[in-house]
């Protein structure tokens, strides 16, 4: 469900225990020479080293809005009024582009600046970042993963990195200990510590999903792991976790896949949980419910937080609905939802230009009457996934290359805003709610977007189009990728909502 990490549609199999190690290696070093590409460690290294070389930062305005993209961070700036767009990557059926761009944008005169600083770190897409207002501003980024052009080779980063607004400089900060390799994780910054929890690492030969939690203090600079009492949730990636004043945090949601035997489960997770500290001892506990509104299980949301930092605003995402034994419909999400993060409840969101002119009594629904989407239970299906869109339980926009996706409200009227999609950037800034990219899914096509939104939440009146989506590019992979490369069933298929 989501990001494909290879192509390969895989029916319930799984790689034949009698391919060892040795002989993968083999052929992906055959598969690297027939691509032409390097060894993707190299390729890592050898970015590092000449992004090294710069001596001094350089910073410009863009022309053009930033390029489609997706698994990238959107940050809120400690101090002044920007919006901080780190990484992300770019796919269009047959090739991947990862990206270390650090952009800043203002939305006071809507311009988009770039700024190239010392030692960055290398390309990534599915970190986490966070910014403090300590030491006149940071960015600490963690995490994630660089994908070669080919997709045939994935690296998942351990790196941990801190940006000086005011030096205009990057620093790799090399300490013992943390998290092992991942992306699709999620971090929240609880006071001066940095808590990463969940994620996935996938080496093309095992794919392993966790449920462990680290601290990072950022005034001792150590790393220390946290082992909370309590039962924990199921490892996942894709989560939504967000900060619950300086010393819990909530989880929701997520996905993750289990292997059976011969038989692997994708899992999309709808539970709710609370991780929190008292007196120095962490503890997890399930929360039930959260509510009339609870969405169906759902991966890939974005999540921000708004002041006073009691409500996040929640977005998009993917829910998967079985229909075979084999195969899956994913339903991209449009809604915009309220979670009050300490009561753990949710509220539907409903803006003036979507509110009825004159309502009917007779046709009011409570949310008594209502029925609560938090009834629908995870499924669990044997394969991959076959997307599909729904908006308002209306038939889904057929999606082709080369047009716009127009959407309406289901009763023909135009709507505003960001149409479905999974895996987009949003932040709150000065009581302003932003939403950038994403990737929108039909079948097998993945459309990166590059439109961008923005909603004052005091008015909640109508969203305001900041960049227009352009008329999707042409995918150039095959519209079915499942009938390629049958002997490659050895090879797993990954895909993530990260």
């Known amino acids: 469900m989501g990001k494909k990490k290879n192509k390969n549609k895989v029916s319930g199999a799984v790689k034949t225990a009698a391919k060892t190690e040795k002989k993968l290696a083999q052929k992906l070093k055959k598969e690297l020479a027939n691509l032409g590409e390097e060894d993707i460690a190299k390729v890592i290294a050898e970015i590092e080293r000449e992004e090294a070389k710069r001596a001094a930062a350089t910073e410009h305005i863009l022309s053009d809005p930033p390029s489609a993209r997706a698994y990238a961070s959107l940050t809120p700036h ?64 963690f995490g994630g993963e660089f994908t070669s052009p080919s997709e045939t080779q994935f690296h998942h980063y351990k790196d941990l990195w801190c940006f000086s607004f005011a030096d205009k400089k990057w620093e790799k900060v090399a300490v013992p200990g943390g998290p092992s390799p991942r992306s699709g994780h999620r971090a929240v910054l609880l006071g001066r510590r940095l808590l990463v929890f969940g994620g996935y690492a996938d080496d093309g030969r095992d794919c392993r999903y966790f449920d462990d939690v680290h601290a990072f203090c950022l005034d001792t600079r150590t790393w220390s792991k946290i082992e909370p009492t309590g039962r924990a949730p199921a490892p996942r990636s894709a989560c939504l976790m967000l900060p619950i004043n300086n010393d819990s945090l909530l989880v929701y949601g997520g996905f993750s896949r289990t292997r059976e035997g011969r038989t692997e489960r994708a899992l999309t997770h709808g539970d709710m949980w609370k991780l929190s500290c008292k007196n120095g001892s962490w503890a997890w506990r399930a929360v039930p419910g959260g509510g009339a509104y609870a969405p169906l299980p759902r991966a890939g949301l974005a999540a921000a937080l708004a002041p006073p930092h009691a409500k996040a605003y929640v977005f998009g995402g993917v ?13 991209l999400s449009d809604s915009l939802q309220l979670l009050d993060v300490e009561a753990a409840r949710w509220h539907q969101v409903t803006l003036a230009d979507q509110r009825p002119v004159n309502p009917s009594p007779q046709t009011k ?61 949003m932040a709150v800034q000065r009581s302003v ?37 352009p008329p999707l590019p042409a995918w150039l992979g095959s519209d079915s990728e499942a009938d390629s490369d049958t002997d490659t069933a050895d090879s797993d298929s990954g895909s993530e909502s990260e």
């Open 78 to 141: 400690p101090i002044s009024n920007e919006l901080i767009l780190f990484g992300g990557e770019y796919h269009d059926g047959q090739k991947t582009v990862v990206y270390n761009e650090l952009l800043f944008y203002n939305p006071s005169n809507n311009v988009w600046r770039q700024i190239k600083a010392p030692g960055p770190p290398p390309p990534r897409s599915a970190h986490q970042a966070v910014a403090t207002p300590a030491n006149k501003g940071e960015l600490w980024i």
């Open 319 to 331: 829910s998967d609905v079985e229909e075979t034994e084999e195969e899956l419909r994913g339903e």
């Open 365 to 425: 629904i409570t949310s008594e009457e209502k029925t609560p989407e938090s009834n629908i239970k995870p499924v669990t299906v044997v394969t991959d996934e076959v997307f599909t869109m729904q908006l308002g339980g209306a038939s889904a926009p057929t999606v082709s290359s080369g047009e716009v996706l127009k959407l309406d409200g289901g009763d023909g009227t135009p709507r505003t805003g960001p149409g479905p999609r999974m895996s987009a950037m």
């Open 433 to 469: 709610l932003y939403v950038y990219g994403g990737v929108l899914e039909k079948d097998d096509k993945q459309f990166y977007l590059s439109d961008m939104y923005s909603l004052d939440l005091h008015k909640l009146s109508e969203w305001r189009t900041l960049i227009q989506q």
